[in-house]
Nanobody, 123 residues
Framework: VQLQASGGGLVQAGDSLRLACAAS????????VGWFRQAPGKEREFVAS????????YYTDSVKGRFTISRDNARNTVDLQMNDLKPEDTAIYYC?????????????????WGQGTLVTVSS
């Protein structure tokens, strides 16, 4: 199983970025894919998750209305569209996958992890 996150970069506050998580190595039917982030000196935190089918998106409160998680069938990715970025969104963003459904915001619930992509938002 391989998860590869991409799309990070340096942007200014108010800008947008689109992250992509490319999944390969097995069928992910029945899996949930999530995005987490880890800022310097802080614990890894849940951002959003979605079923591999593209249904049942969940978001942490701080990103609701600004971030959208979705499944791109053609590219076989789970994307995170991030709008109106704020300096506090600065972090390394990781995608992860776990078998099963239901909202699970703990990193330990996810078995597979990508390598992370850095998002830096300047004020």
């Amino acid at each position: 199983v391989q998860l590869q996150a991409s799309g990070g970069g340096l942007v200014q506050a108010g800008d947008s970025l689109r992250l992509a998580c490319a999944a390969s190595g097995r069928s992910f039917s029945g899996y949930t894919v999530g995005w987490f982030r880890q800022a310097p000196g802080k614990e890894r935190e849940f951002v959003a998750s979605i079923r591999w089918s593209g249904t049942y998106p969940y978001y942490t409160d701080s990103v609701k209305g600004r971030f959208t998680i979705s499944r791109d069938n053609a590219r076989n990715t789970v994307d995170l569209q991030m709008n109106d970025l704020k300096p506090e969104d600065t972090a390394i963003y990781y995608c992860a996958a776990r078998q099963g459904y239901g909202l699970m915001a703990l990193p330990t619930a996810f078995s597979y992890w990508g390598q992370g992509t850095l998002v830096t938002v300047s004020s």
